[in-house]
């Protein structure tokens, strides 16, 4: 079946540093590769998304990295704030953004 | 821009009530809207699709009778939990779709609602 997961369910990082949230997915039969910020008690935010023929793109102080050959999935922030606590989920989407799937979630906690 | 509301942002009621939650799209039309529903600490899982003028779409293990949709315009769609039982206890969020094809295709997710039921 159709999965999308992640390795790490909580992820800690200093204030400052650089933060990466890995994600495998099972199913490549996707438009896109998304990742979504969801702050505690609010609905996702769009943060970035990839679309399933490239192996990169870039952002304000996030890259999203595709690597179709393994099926892995990352976002990497730059400079992680407190402002980034928050738990990230990388999703996929099919008929362009008509059907998204959610992976699991991983929680990332900024120490200041 | 795609500003997407939900009301309430919180409800309580009894077991065996319905309740009703709205979502809105404020500043764009939407041909499609998403129910979603998210337990704590768990990843979003789609309930239905539903596309204006239209039945909504269910997945599979959702009740349609349990779930009532209804998007009866460009800018709006609402869930009814009927007969609610503590088990639909849960953060429902609904996203909705751009309809005008200048603009990114993505999904613009509403700030979600908390439904607790007694």
């Known amino acids: 079946g159709e999965s999308v997961g992640l390795h790490l369910p909580t992820l800690s990082v200093q204030e400052g540093d650089n933060s990466i949230i890995n994600c495998a997915y099972s199913n490549s039969a996707s438009d896109y590769f998304i990742w979504y910020k969801q702050e505690s008690g609010k609905g996702p935010q769009f943060i970035i998304d990839?679309?399933?023929?490239?192996d990169k793109r870039q952002g304000q102080r996030v890259t999203v990295l595709l690597n179709k050959t393994v099926k892995h999935l990352s976002l990497q922030i730059a400079a992680t704030q407190p402002g980034d606590s928050a738990v990230y989920f990388c999703a996929r989407g099919s008929g362009g953004y008509q059907k998204v799937t959610f992976g699991i979630g991983t929680k990332l906690q900024v120490i200041p | 821009g795609a500003v997407v509301s939900q009301h309430p942002s919180r409800v309580i009621c009894k077991s065996g009530t319905s309740v009703k939650i709205e979502c809105r799209s404020l500043d764009f039309q939407a041909t499609t809207m998403f129910w979603y529903r998210q337990f704590p600490k768990k990843s979003l899982m789609l309930m239905a699709t539903?596309?204006?003028?239209?039945?909504?779409?269910?997945e599979q293990g959702v009740e349609k009778d349990k779930f009532l949709i209804n998007h009866a315009s460009l800018t709006l769609s609402t869930l009814t939990v009927t007969s609610a039982h503590p088990e639909d206890s849960s953060f429902y969020i609904c996203?909705?779709?751009?309809?005008?094809?200048?603009?990114?295709?993505?999904?613009?997710f509403g700030p979600g609602t908390r439904l607790t039921v007694l």
């Open positions: 539903s596309n204006e003028g239209s039945k909504a779409t269910y």
């Open positions: 996203s909705a779709r751009d309809a005008q094809r200048d603009l990114r295709d993505t999904q613009y």
């Open positions: 990839i679309r399933s023929n490239m």
